[in-house]
């Protein structure tokens, strides 16, 4: 069974730092891996999608890759800034599985302070 | 327009009693699915239905029963609430396998 884990679980960076999330996973034969962000009290926001066949997406500041031999993921965030505090989620969707079936790690709960 | 819209954003409860949450999607997705997040965070799927046949059913409680009048609803109906169920439950769709919007949630608090 797939388990995604999400490392590290809280980080709080000053404006204007790059960083890095990182995202691990057991099976790597997934289809593709998906990064959220989720809002206090919110849904969940799709921010990137990286097919099982790419390497890397990318979406204005954020950088997403993928290393399947490894099993992970990184999302970069460049030029953080206050707006990008929330919890960001990546999930794994299995080649095997049922249609669908997306597992999620636990998040990475991020506050950019001014 | 709302993508994936959650009826009722809220719920509050007593143990014992049976509540539907409703969902809707007006992406034309051909896949629908309700994930529960419980108090630590963590997002599990509970159900998926393709084409209004149920895909997954992940080991939920009898209670818990997903229904899916046509390809653009889903709806998910619980009886006899446990303490135990409040979460967030969060209806979403995809076409095929690929991205999976997600509605805004539905607080469930069972007291």
């Not at chain 1, 990184?74 to 049922?98: F, H, M, N, V």
């Not at chain 2, 809220?10 to 994930?35: A, F």
């Not at chain 2, 109906?77 to 997600?102: K, M, P, T």
Request: a positive charge; aromatic letters at 10%.
């Amino acid at each position: 069974k797939q388990e995604v884990t999400q490392i590290p679980a809280a980080l709080s960076v000053p404006e204007g730092e790059n960083l890095v999330l990182n995202c691990s996973f057991t099976d790597s034969a997934i289809y593709n891996l998906q990064w959220f962000r989720q809002d206090p009290g919110k849904g969940l926001t799709s921010l990137l999608l990286i097919q099982s066949s790419q390497r890397e997406q990318t979406s204005g500041r954020l950088n997403a890759s993928l290393d399947k031999s490894s099993g992970r993921s990184t999302l970069y965030i460049a030029a953080s800034q206050p707006g990008d505090s929330a919890t960001y989620l990546c999930a794994a969707l299995d080649r095997g599985s049922t249609l669908g079936r997306l597992y999620f790690g636990r998040g990475t709960q991020l506050t950019v302070w001014p | 327009d709302t993508a994936v819209s959650q009826t009722p954003k809220y719920l509050v409860t007593q143990m014992g009693n049976d509540k539907s949450i409703k969902c809707e999607q007006n992406l034309g997705h051909d896949t629908m699915y309700w994930y529960k997040q419980d108090s630590k965070k963590f997002l599990k799927i509970m159900f998926s239905y393709n084409n209004k046949e149920l895909i997954i059913n992940e080991t939920v409680p009898n209670r818990f029963s997903p229904k899916s009048p046509d390809k653009a609803h889903l709806n998910l109906h619980i009886n006899s609430l446990e303490l135990g169920d409040s979460a967030v439950y969060f209806c979403a769709s995809s076409q095929d396998r690929a991205w999976q919007y997600f509605g805004p949630g539905t607080r469930l608090t069972v007291t």
